[in-house]
């Protein structure tokens, strides 16, 4: 099951224009900075923007292509979409408003009823809530309630816009856990969250001033992003640990100092810049140092992205100049440093 999608939208003096992009199965993050085309390229695919060219089919069906005048509009199409404020029905009680899409499918209100309170249960709103308006609740609960709504009547095609935005950091876990385990066949996850990108997605869609500039898996894109944005933001290095005050220990044992304090689960996030590399250990106090093996270096113009093996499996971004004087080749053993006010702590 496949969404293809080739065509312009234009709204006000903007435009979206995609030559031409299939979205496959599972997760695909839709990345790209402020104001590239992310949330119309979702609203495209649920048919609350028209094409003005082009053709979008949805699991082989035809849903827009105003050449031969097809247009099926959002409430018959098969797909869910959670959007940044929620959209929730204020008339509606919670339940109610999950309720919604299954009753639109014909299930019966008890049964609707019965299957909205479960998946409630499943994005952690307690049955408490459930006889509550939208304007009672805070904005992550609206948030998980938006997302309980979407997922209940098991879309082919999940679309979900910044969905983990307003939610506490359990909600987060849970959220992720969810939309990774999605029945919807595609799920379409408009991001700028880069824990979400390496925790959630299977392929990149990179979008720069209304256009594609890169597409493929994510280390496809990440060796060729495209666009300045997308190698910054790709240059996020993404590390599970377990938070205990100012120290995160990773999964290889190694401890990282932090400059903010929490405990639990968590993700360090950096980028690829802050880390320095030496060929011998460097002096002086840094807490944040370890040795690792360079599996490659990528040189693009003055600019030279080292991988590294090791502890931590991360990406480091120095000046040509530098890897040249650190004679820098595959298989050499390195020392890495960080700066524990380079690292954010993501819950």
């Known amino acids: 099951m496949t969404v293809r999608f080739e065509g312009r939208v234009t709204r006000g003096g903007w435009t979206l224009d995609?030559?031409?992009?299939?979205?496959?199965?599972?997760?695909?993050?839709?990345?790209?900075?402020?104001?590239?085309?992310?949330?119309?390229?979702?609203?495209?695919?649920?048919?609350?923007?028209?094409?003005?060219?082009?053709?979008?089919?949805?699991?082989?069906?035809?849903?827009?292509?105003?050449?031969?005048?097809?247009?099926?509009?959002?409430?018959l199409r098969t797909v869910g979409m959670v959007?940044?404020?929620?959209?929730?029905?204020?008339?509606?009680?919670?339940?109610?408003?999950?309720?919604?899409?299954?009753?639109?499918?014909?299930?019966?209100?008890?049964?609707?009823?019965?299957?909205?309170?479960?998946m409630l249960e499943r994005v952690g709103v307690d049955s408490e809530t459930w006889s509550k308006r939208?304007?009672?609740?805070?904005?992550?609960?609206?948030?998980?309630?938006?997302v309980a709504r979407a997922l209940a009547p098991e879309p082919d095609v999940l679309i979900v816009d910044e969905p983990l935005a307003s939610v506490d950091a359990a909600g987060r876990a849970r959220l992720?856990?969810?939309l990774r385990d999605a029945p919807a066949s595609q799920v379409l996850l408009i991001t700028h969250d880069p824990v979400d990108v390496a925790t959630l997605a299977r392929?990149?869609?990179?979008?720069?001033?209304?256009?594609?500039?890169?597409?493929?898996?994510?280390?496809?894109?990440?060796?060729?992003?495209?666009?300045?944005?997308?190698?910054?933001?790709?240059?996020?290095?993404?590390?599970?640990?377990?938070?205990?005050?100012?120290?995160?220990?990773?999964?290889?044992?190694?401890?990282?100092t932090v400059a903010s304090e929490a405990d639990g689960p968590v993700y360090v996030t950096f980028p690829a810049h802050a880390v320095t590399l030496h060929r011998?250990?460097?002096?002086?106090?840094?807490?944040?140092?370890w040795q690792a093996e360079l599996e490659r270096v990528d040189v693009d113009g003055e600019r030279a992205r080292v991988h590294l093996a090791g502890p931590l499996a991360v990406r480091a971004d120095i000046t040509r100049r530098s890897a040249d004087e650190l004679e820098l080749r595959p298989g050499l053993t390195v020392w890495a440093s960080l700066k524990a006010t380079e690292l954010t702590v993501v819950t």
């Open 18 to 75: 995609v030559d031409g992009l299939d979205i496959g199965e599972g997760v695909t993050a839709v990345v790209g900075a402020n104001g590239t085309g992310k949330t119309t390229l979702g609203r495209a695919v649920a048919g609350l923007e028209r094409l003005e060219r082009g053709r979008l089919e949805i699991s082989g069906n035809v849903v827009d292509d105003p050449a031969s005048g097809v247009f099926v509009p959002a409430h």
């Open 83 to 118: 959007f940044q404020d929620h959209r929730l029905f204020g008339h509606l009680r919670v339940i109610d408003n999950v309720a919604f899409g299954l009753r639109r499918a014909g299930i019966e209100r008890a049964a609707a009823r019965r299957q909205a309170g479960e």
């Open 134 to 146: 939208p304007a009672a609740l805070s904005g992550g609960q609206r948030q998980r309630v938006a």
């Open 176 to 178: 992720r856990s969810l």
């Open 203 to 256: 392929r990149l869609v990179v979008l720069d001033a209304g256009t594609v500039a890169s597409r493929g898996s994510v280390a496809e894109v990440t060796a060729s992003p495209g666009c300045e944005w997308a190698a910054t933001f790709l240059g996020a290095n993404v590390v599970p640990g377990q938070a205990h005050r100012t120290s995160v220990t990773t999964g290889s044992g190694l401890v990282l």
């Open 280 to 289: 011998d250990r460097p002096a002086g106090s840094a807490r944040n140092t």
